[in-house]
């Protein structure tokens, strides 16, 4: 592991709510009640509308790859030794995207089935994976 020390997140606000919620292994989502519009990531109101009321629902955190990329350089000196690694953005059920990295690329593909999964780093931080299912293409 590298001597650089990690980047510390500060998360704050509804940064905070998504970041604690993903501590306890769930992925959530907004929807505006009025409108019905999904909001990802969380906001303060609805970017649709305008609408100030906005529910909490936990997504069921399956979807499929819209793109991806493998890194070969790092955005930061502390992640130096796991280069090359993969991101991939998915398309999930609920209808919004999320950016996250997949531990085991060997099949990934856009329009590879994922799930999502949760990597605790440490007591205050876990972070969102994607992980690729089997059984070929689509939901």
């Keep these: ?13 509804e940064e905070g709510v998504f970041y604690d919620r993903l501590g306890e292994h769930e992925l959530v ?3 505006c009640e009025p ?11 609805c970017p ?11 997504s069921e955190g399956r979807g499929v790859v819209h793109s991806f990329t493998v890194q070969h350089r790092a955005g930061h000196p502390f992640f130096v030794d796991q280069v090359p690694y993969a991101l991939a953005l ?5 209808g919004f995207r999320v950016l996250a990295s997949v531990p085991d690329p ?3 593909a856009v329009g590879a089935v994922v799930e999502v999964g949760f990597e605790d780093l ?12 089997d059984g070929g293409e689509g939901l």
Excluded at 1 to 13: C, D, F, K, N
Excluded at 90 to 94: K, V
């Design 90 to 94: 998915a398309d999930l059920s609920e």
């Design 35 to 45: 409108g019905g519009h999904i909001v990802f990531p969380l906001r303060t109101v």
């Design 122 to 133: 440490e007591d205050d931080l876990t972070l969102l994976r994607l992980d690729i299912l």
């Design 29 to 31: 989502y907004q929807r």
């Design 106 to 108: 060997t099949d990934l």
């Design 1 to 13: 592991m590298s001597a650089v020390p990690r980047p510390t997140l500060m998360p704050r606000g």
């Design 48 to 58: 649709e509308c305008g609408s100030e009321h906005l529910g909490l629902h936990r």
